[in-house]
């Protein structure tokens, strides 16, 4: 069974960062994108981010581009990926999802994704 443990996140005031972290555990295909969509109170989910398996291709929204960064850490016991996010805003806030694609390199639809984190809150106050 696959797992996404997702961590970070908070309240937090504008100009602040925050660090979101996704860990993959279980019987996980060998290579996997990893993207990170987001939902605001009463929108639809979004997409913030994707990086490749092996962090050689990130896309980011435009929203959020110059400000988020992802980083990867691949081990034999767990890989875990992060979002960094700088500059927060009161428009960043929301319900960040991580998501695992089995391919190499990810996408921007959410359709595409194969296995969900359960979110976590990301609070900015103005």
């Known amino acids: 069974q696959v797992r996404l443990i997702q961590s970070g996140g908070g309240l937090v005031q504008a100009g602040d960062s925050v660090r979101l972290s996704c860990s993959a555990s279980?019987?996980?295909?060998?290579?996997?994108?990893l993207g990170w969509f987001r939902q605001a109170p009463g929108k639809e989910r979004e997409f913030v981010a994707v990086?490749?398996?092996?962090?050689?291709?990130?896309?980011?929204a435009d929203s959020v581009k110059g400000r988020f960064t992802i980083s990867i850490s691949r081990g034999s016991a767990q890989n875990t990926d992060y979002l960094q996010m700088n500059n927060l805003t009161s428009e960043d806030t929301g319900v960040y999802y991580c998501?695992?694609?089995?391919?190499?390199?990810?996408?921007?639809?959410?359709?595409?994704?194969?296995?969900w984190g359960r979110g976590t809150q990301v609070t900015v106050s103005s």
């Open positions: 998501g695992a694609k089995c391919r190499r390199y990810g996408s921007r639809l959410q359709d595409e994704f194969d296995f």
């Open positions: 279980g019987s996980l295909f060998a290579n996997y994108a």
């Open positions: 990086g490749s398996w092996n962090g050689d291709s990130t896309e980011f």
